[in-house]
């Protein structure tokens, strides 16, 4: 499996755009990459997930390289309840049996 | 539509004796992750469950051991509980033999405190 580096923590205020970039640089060719975001004491929840390019849902975009060794995850606009653990995962999804794998993860704090 | 329900969502336990936690996966899903979460950390890979059968696992000794019911629900055992067991068990649930576009679902968690 893939390896990922992501920031430990980052801030940001409230109303502003934040990034946060994960490297893989040993990313297989069939991988995908996901990112999940945690509250405390709640289970992981699947935000948004890619292979290349860019990838936008209602919550995040997804930006990734040609070369595939990182990706961004942007969210616009955080209000403090996007405060929250944030996971970049890599892994292997055609079907069969996905053995996902997490991180540290970046914590980001909202500041008001 | 129901998602990943884990049961109970507290327990505390004393060195030396057994647990069993519960995951009823979502519907439609058929196969079901369990995870592992100290405080600070990432989850951590337990096993996964498909068709009634341990098909991927962690790291982690053979005191961890699990089942899966022909309706996907699944149940955690851990014996001979150490302190270091304490953490918070989540349990995913997943479409196994086809591609999870929309990942895993999680429940809430089993938060063991082993005293």
């Known amino acids: 499996l893939a390896k990922t580096t992501q920031p430990i923590s980052m801030d940001s205020y409230e109303g502003q755009e934040v990034n946060i970039t994960c490297s893989h640089n040993?990313?297989?060719?069939?991988?995908?990459i996901t990112w999940y975001q945690q509250f405390p004491s709640q289970g992981p929840r699947f935000i948004i997930q890619?292979?290349?390019t860019k990838v936008t849902n209602e919550v995040a975009s997804l930006f990734i390289p040609a070369d595939r060794k990182s990706s961004t995850l942007s969210l616009p606009r955080v209000s403090l309840s996007d405060t929250a653990v944030y996971y970049c995962?890599?892994?292997?999804?055609?079907?069969?049996?996905?053995?996902?794998?997490f991180g540290i993860g970046t914590k980001l704090q909202v500041i008001p | 539509d129901a998602g990943v329900t884990q049961s109970p969502t507290h327990l505390i336990k004393t060195r030396g004796q057994q647990v069993t936690l519960r995951c009823s996966p979502k519907s439609g899903h058929d196969t079901v992750s369990w995870y592992q979460q100290a405080l600070g950390q990432g989850p951590q890979f337990i096993f996964q469950?498909?068709?009634?059968?341990?098909?991927q696992r962690g790291n982690f000794p053979d005191r961890f051991s699990g089942h899966q019911f022909p309706n996907y629900s699944s149940e955690l055992n851990v014996n001979a509980l150490l302190l270091g067991d304490s953490a918070l068990y989540l349990c995913a649930s997943s479409t196994g033999q086809q591609p999870s576009y929309y990942g895993y679902t999680f429940g809430s968690g089993t938060r063991l405190t082993v005293v």
């Open positions: 040993n990313i297989a060719t069939n991988d995908y």
């Open positions: 890619g292979y290349k």
């Open positions: 995962l890599v892994g292997a999804n055609s079907g069969g049996y996905q053995k996902v794998t």
């Open positions: 469950y498909y068709e009634e059968e341990e098909r």
